[in-house]
């Protein structure tokens, strides 16, 4: 054989061997990743059930220093949290040292300080369990149980990005208007045999207050994140204009993605597929009313979307509201673990996590059946949403493996 021959020959078999190595180290790298995902799974699964329990592993530490602690960029509490009991149980029995109005809003709520200094947003009962919010998928009062649920389908989702979530009973009479602010007391009042309040915010109106059952009165309490974690507000790209008859873009235009990739922070790291992740998310618990949303500041797109305020969810179990997973089916990108969690949760498995994972907080059931039906029934329109871009596009488009440097452009 020639030299020059013998050269080719060589050159052709480096290259055919340079593609095998490439394709089997990325075959494995995807096995194992696919595995690791697995296994996670089956670890949240194995944790669904919190006892709400005071012990903690660390003695020497409150359970307020243990839960700010668990906050870095990526996450509120880390996979593994045997403490996570501890801290739920002292939101839902710590004694309430302060009351005061609630932070800036449209919705009513109090800020409560707990014994031990910390801070968090007490949100009361508005509606039974079994009641239906009808008219715009973002209409009627916040919802105390939904934020309970979100926490819950957070962790179920591997996301781990809600603040923590706890029901808890207090004694408006007892408990609230001894410590509560001068702002706060002046918006109590009785009705019938009840004890009420309506807040101070955008929204709030002495005729519509929220009433206990007696002094009795059922809600949530959401953890205050550490003050050494300042929050970024930010406007959600897909966010809604709530002016009638006027629409947004992305509501009118289907290359609207294309555009979003272009701009900062959505042009390069995780925030795209975060925002993608919430759009699943918040399909599957209804909320269509995430405007904006917050990231922990200065992170120069690093910091993940930070599930706060779900509380506008689990009103309509009939509504299936296509519109929230605009993010998804314009980009047609969903990072590979959401998507292996997704099809983990099938034929049934979500409505059963979910409804395991609840069942021991104070105010169970958190939800009413039909609303942990229609947690399936939007499963399974996600699932088909994501089939349509895999067959559109080709599933090495779609699915977009995230542990890597990422980039959109």
Known sequence: ????????????????????????????????????????????????????????DHTLQSPWEIAAQWVVPREVYPEETPELGAVMHAMTTKKIIKADV?????????????????????????????YVVEGEPYAGYDRHNAEVAAFHL??????????LVVGRFVNLRTEIKPVATEQLLGTFMT????????????????????????????????????????LQKHR???????????????????????????TSPYDSGPRLLDIIDTAIFDYLIGNADRHHYESFQDDEGASMLILLDNAKS???????ERSILAPLYQCCIIRVSTWNRLNYLKNGVLKSALKTAMLHDPISPVLSDPHLDAL???????????????DQFGPDVVLVEDRMTLSHL
């Open 1 to 56: 054989m020639k030299l020059k021959q013998r050269v080719v020959l060589l050159a052709i078999l480096l290259v055919i061997f340079i593609f095998t190595k490439v394709f089997l180290i990325d075959n494995l790298d995807t096995s194992a990743a696919n595995r690791e995902d697995q296994r996670a799974f089956h670890r949240m699964m194995a944790s669904l059930h919190i006892e709400l329990d005071p012990r903690l």
């Open 102 to 130: 609630g932070y800036k809003g449209t919705q009513l709520k109090a800020l409560l300080i707990l014994e031990g200094g910390q801070k968090v947003v007490f949100k009361p009962k508005r509606y039974a369990r079994d």
């Open 154 to 163: 957070d962790r179920i989702l591997g996301f781990r990005r809600a603040p």
């Open 191 to 230: 009705v019938g045999n009840n004890t009420c309040f309506y807040g101070k915010c955008y929204y709030c109106r002495e005729t519509e207050p929220a009433c206990a059952d007696g002094d009795i009165m059922e809600g949530s309490v959401t953890l205050w994140l550490p003050d050494v974690w300042p």
């Open 236 to 262: 959600h790209p897909w966010g809604r204009t709530y002016r009638e008859g006027k629409l947004a873009r992305w509501e009118y235009d289907e290359s609207y993605c294309d555009a979003v990739k272009k």
């Open 314 to 320: 689990f009103g309509n179990p009939a509504l299936d």
């Open 376 to 390: 399936d029934q939007r499963l399974l329109g996600i699932l088909a949403t994501v089939k349509q871009c895999t």
